[in-house]
């Protein structure tokens, strides 16, 4: 139903542009992917929803972004993640070196998080900045408190700074074919072997400009409790600029 809500809004809108522009500023995108397994012996499921909103100007840009992905199996909760981010990008449109800053909450229960919050700024690289090609590296420095459960250890509330090093891509392949991806390796500033491992990958198919078949591949991995979660998602993603 919820995608369904948000593809006919898209549907309305009266002119859909495939990029930003001088009188294009604003691009909103919404994706529903999961799995679902039925068998006699019982059933499984994962819902990965994820809403994300940017705006863009020379200057600046700013983006945030929502996840929420549940998941059962049988009568398990598996999953029951929650992440929201708000970033921003300072001068990155108009030269390869450029600063940012972000924000960012996490609640994970795959990962045995009750919350984390980061907050950080740094610098960031263009490598390639056009329509068709997008190829980003950044690195900065993060302040991080965490409320955690540790295995036999019960529950572990600390603060930390960590580095925070990413690469990020975005791929055209003549308007059909979107690659995306985006990956941070975020170690802790006092104890190496405390660290964040980061992996987002998503490949659509564009069936219009406003919507697609999407394949995504999700990798996270939380050294501090030992935990990591590996989702591999099918469904459809909606987008508009305005």
Same mark, same amino acid.
């Given at each position: +139903?919820k995608?369904?809500?948000?593809? +006919? /809004?898209?549907?309305?809108?009266?002119?859909?542009?495939?990029?930003f522009?001088?009188?294009?500023?604003?691009?909103?995108?919404?994706?529903?992917t999961?799995?679902?397994?039925?068998?006699?012996?019982?059933? @499984?499921?994962?819902?990965?929803?994820?809403?994300?909103f940017?705006?863009?100007?020379k200057?600046?840009? &700013?983006?945030s972004t929502?996840?929420?992905?549940?998941?059962?199996?049988?009568?398990?909760?598996?999953n029951n993640?929650f992440? @929201?981010?708000?970033?921003?990008?300072?001068?990155?449109?108009?030269?390869?070196?450029?600063?940012?800053?972000?924000?960012?909450?996490?609640?994970?229960?795959?990962?045995? /998080?009750?919350?984390?919050a980061?907050?950080?700024v740094?610098?960031?690289?263009?490598i390639?900045?056009?329509?068709?090609?997008?190829?980003?590296v950044?690195d900065g420095?993060?302040y991080?408190?965490?409320?955690?459960?540790?295995?036999?250890?019960?529950?572990?509330?600390?603060?930390?700074?960590?580095n925070?090093?990413?690469?990020?891509y975005?791929?055209?392949v003549?308007?059909?074919?979107?690659?995306?991806?985006?990956?941070f390796?975020?170690?802790s500033?006092?104890?190496?072997?405390?660290?964040?491992?980061?992996?987002?990958?998503?490949?659509?198919?564009?069936?219009?400009?406003?919507l697609g078949?999407?394949?995504?591949?999700?990798y996270?991995?939380?050294s501090?409790?030992g935990?990591?979660? &590996? &989702? /591999?998602?099918?469904?459809?993603?909606?987008?508009?600029?305005?």
């Amino acid at each position: +139903m919820k995608l369904l809500l948000v593809c +006919m /809004i898209f549907c309305n809108v009266a002119e859909t542009s495939a990029q930003f522009n001088d009188s294009t500023h604003y691009h909103l995108k919404y994706a529903a992917t999961g799995i679902f397994n039925k068998t006699n012996d019982g059933r @499984s499921y994962v819902f990965n929803n994820g809403v994300s909103f940017t705006i863009n100007r020379k200057a600046v840009t &700013l983006n945030s972004t929502n996840t929420w992905i549940y998941g059962r199996q049988g009568v398990n909760l598996t999953n029951n993640d929650f992440s @929201s981010g708000l970033n921003f990008d300072v001068l990155k449109n108009t030269q390869k070196l450029y600063y940012w800053g972000l924000a960012t909450f996490t609640s994970s229960y795959s990962l045995k /998080i009750n919350y984390q919050a980061q907050a950080g700024v740094g610098l960031g690289y263009n490598i390639f900045n056009k329509k068709d090609l997008e190829l980003v590296v950044s690195d900065g420095v993060l302040y991080e408190t965490n409320d955690l459960e540790l295995p036999n250890q019960g529950k572990d509330v600390y603060q930390t700074f960590r580095n925070s090093f990413r690469v990020k891509y975005h791929i055209v392949v003549k308007d059909l074919i979107v690659l995306d991806g985006g990956h941070f390796w975020q170690p802790s500033l006092s104890r190496f072997d405390d660290y964040i491992i980061r992996s987002t990958n998503s490949l659509t198919l564009k069936l219009r400009k406003w919507l697609g078949i999407t394949t995504a591949v999700n990798y996270n991995r939380f050294s501090r409790t030992g935990r990591d979660n &590996l &989702l /591999i998602n099918f469904g459809l993603t909606a987008e508009t600029y305005f």
